[in-house]
């Protein structure tokens, strides 16, 4: 299994947290702050091993990103099978990312489903950012705790979670429906485009209904991660009421 780079205290922190399988821990040789310490305390207590490393040597293996004098090599991150996502979902709110190639975007979003507590995110396996350093870092750590479906098909994978009950509802700037006067509390797939061109005909065709955010005039959208940070937070809103 390939490797990947968690650079900067707060995302090696979250890995931590989440129980990710992290090959073994680098800092900054010299560095003993408090922080440092506790990440070490933690490591150690995960049975991950901590090198102590010059500055250099971790410039190497970060490769550009900004690290702090901590790193971790982690595992791959693993993703599931559509099947075993649904079936592991207690909150019954996933989201599809339809076309998005950023990964800032999808960094973005990452983020802003695991703040809703989104129970995973389908990721098509062709035109779509992949699971990198970059999308990692804008995370910021959230991708230790979002799961993933990597799908061949998301039209395919839309019809499979509708023919397991789950609602699929496409943001469309276009659509009809405000966001705020459909109910989202049934198990529900929130679909999110890219910006600008937003759904794929044959993706907004799948969904069982279309909404939008209202936005004031002289702004024509939002991006794909503002949007679907709303939409899902608007699902926890409904379903708190």
């Known amino acids: ?79 599931l ?6 079936q592991a979902a207690p909150r019954r709110l996933l989201v599809a990312a339809d076309g998005i190639e950023d990964p800032q975007n999808l960094g973005a979003l990452l983020r802003a489903a695991g703040g809703a507590g989104v129970d ?8 779509a950012a992949g699971l990198t350093a970059a999308v990692e870092r804008v995370s910021a750590g959230a991708l230790e705790h979002v799961r993933v479906a990597r799908v061949g098909n998301l039209a395919q994978a839309l019809e499979r979670c509708r023919a397991a009950g789950w609602w699929i509802v496409g943001l469309d700037a276009a659509a009809p429906t405000l966001l705020w006067q459909f109910d989202l509390r049934p198990a529900t797939v929130v679909v999110v485009g890219s910006e600008g061109r937003g759904l794929h005909a044959l993706i907004r065709a799948k969904c069982d209904a279309l909404v939008r955010i209202p936005l004031a005039a ?22 708190q009421a």
């Open 1 to 79: 299994m390939s490797a990947r780079i968690l650079a900067g205290p707060h995302a090696v922190e979250e890995a931590l947290r989440a129980g990710s399988p992290l090959r073994y821990l680098a800092m900054e040789r010299g560095r003993r702050d408090h922080r440092v310490h506790a990440l070490a305390v933690a490591a150690r207590a995960a049975g991950v091993e901590v090198r102590w490393e010059a500055a250099a040597a971790l410039d190497r293996l970060a490769g550009g990103l900004r690290h702090q004098g901590v790193l971790a090599v982690a595992e791959a991150k693993a993703t």
């Open 120 to 127: 995973g995110l389908l990721l098509p396996s062709r035109r």
């Open 218 to 239: 002289g702004v024509a959208s939002l991006n794909a991660a503002m949007a679907a940070g709303i939409a899902l937070f608007e699902v926890v809103r409904q379903r």
């Open 81 to 86: 099978a559509l099947e075993d996502l649904l």
